[in-house]
């Protein structure tokens, strides 16, 4: 076996990456890669690899997944920039094998056939993504980089499903069926999600400050929202039913403005409550942990207490801030669905409604955007809290 690169033999195999793709190539083959459905109700006839994309497209994916594996043990050098390349192709080519798939079994002659994905279709995604994460980190790759890979591989796949190729697939049928209350859900699960981050943020903040110049308040401050966090969420929102209910028969004039005892009211409410204490603590940890000399030179260089706070404090602290909102974001993106219960609309009401009609595609049409916000979210962040981060000064 060749080997390139005299310090070749320092290369060690990776054996989170073989071990992935071992999983993967063995779901692939035990599991089905899709489902034919007559119809929306009735349960379809699953496909294995061979028979669903054909001895070809198997032999092809297998290739693919083996490479990988081999490629995890051999010690080359930029064995991982192959790695990326070919992982990377493989997710932005996924949906292929779902076009293949539908254009061979589905009949012609049956207008409600559909074509749905397998779980060997799912677990192959699911592998392949967490072998890019572990290749990337082993490259120790820019944000630029991870960033380009997401817009590439999100653009393909935004291609397959508008394409007439993937027309039959059930998860875009039930799209097609509901755009307009789909953008509306989008814009309410936005909308309760980062208007409850924003509330708790700036409530947040107010709490960290009073701590900290009244510190006899810190022990009730931190005990009272870490009590709103051990209520399990649907209880909240069942609590405060009754409350809002009274106050706008008490005071009609609020059932104008929306407020009502279901509906968004009770669900922002609670999403504030949860959202609090992240906020609070992280706030409050980063703005007192900031070391004393560098405070006791500002006090040198002659700044007062509000620029010592505005100049050096904060900005030392929105890191450890930003990441007390990173996790209360995907926190209430996670809850926000759940709020659907209570008539708040969002993501939510498409994963009860189909809960509720047995048609699992439903269910994904709510539970793969609000999986997709999250990663957002916790991308944009966690990009945010490292470019803000003090770079040491160089002689």
Not at 148 to 164: A, P, T
Not at 238 to 261: D, N, Q, T
Not at 280 to 289: G, I, K, S, Y
Request: hydrophobic share 55%; aromatic share 8%; with cysteine.
């Amino acid at each position: 076996m060749s080997v390139t690169g005299p310090d070749s033999s320092h290369i060690v195999p990776n054996r989170v990456i073989s071990a992935l793709g071992l999983l993967a190539l063995a779901l692939l083959w035990l599991l089905d890669l899709g489902t034919i459905q007559p119809n929306r109700i009735v349960p379809g006839t699953g496909h294995g690899l061979v028979s669903a994309v054909g001895s070809g497209s198997a032999a092809l994916v297998t290739a693919m997944l083996a490479g990988s594996i081999l490629l995890a043990f051999l010690q080359v050098r930029g064995r991982y920039l192959i790695l990326l390349a070919l992982v990377g192709l493989s997710l932005a080519l996924l949906p292929l094998l779902l076009e293949v798939f539908a254009s061979r079994h589905l009949p012609e002659d049956s207008p409600y056939a559909r074509s749905s994905i397998g779980a060997g279709f799912w677990c192959l995604l699911f592998l392949l993504s967490l072998m890019l994460i572990e290749t990337l980190g082993r490259l120790g790759s820019r944000r630029g980089l991870q960033l380009l890979l997401v817009v590439v591989i999100g653009g393909s796949w935004l291609m397959f499903l508008q394409s007439d190729g993937l027309e039959s697939l059930s998860l875009v049928r039930e799209f097609n069926a509901r755009p307009a209350k789909f953008e509306q859900a989008f814009w309410t699960h936005l909308a309760l999600a980062f208007g409850a981050v924003a509330i708790s943020a700036v409530l947040a903040f107010g709490l960290a400050l009073k701590m900290m110049r009244s510190p006899g308040w810190q022990r009730p401050i931190l005990g009272f929202v870490s009590f709103l966090q051990t209520i399990p969420s649907l209880a909240v929102f069942g609590l405060l039913i009754a409350p809002l209910s009274a106050l706008v028969a008490a005071f009609p004039a609020l059932e104008a403005l929306g407020i009502r005892g279901i509906g968004w009211t009770p669900a922002l409410l609670a999403l504030v409550a949860y959202s609090l204490l992240p906020m609070v603590r992280n706030t409050f940890v980063a703005l007192t942990e900031v070391p004393e000399n560098l405070a006791d030179a500002g006090r040198g260089m002659g700044m007062n207490e509000r620029q010592l706070f505005f100049r050096l404090k904060l900005p030392l602290a929105l890191p450890v801030i930003i990441e007390g909102v990173r996790i209360t974001t995907i926190q209430a993106i996670g809850l926000t669905a759940v709020a659907a219960l209570i008539g708040a609309g969002g993501f939510g009401s498409f994963i009860f409604q189909g809960l509720g009609q047995a048609a699992m595609d439903l269910v994904l049409l709510g539970a793969l955007p609000t999986i997709a916000l999250a990663l957002l979210a916790d991308a944009v962040f966690t990009m945010l809290a490292a470019s803000l981060k003090p770079t040491p000064a160089t002689a």
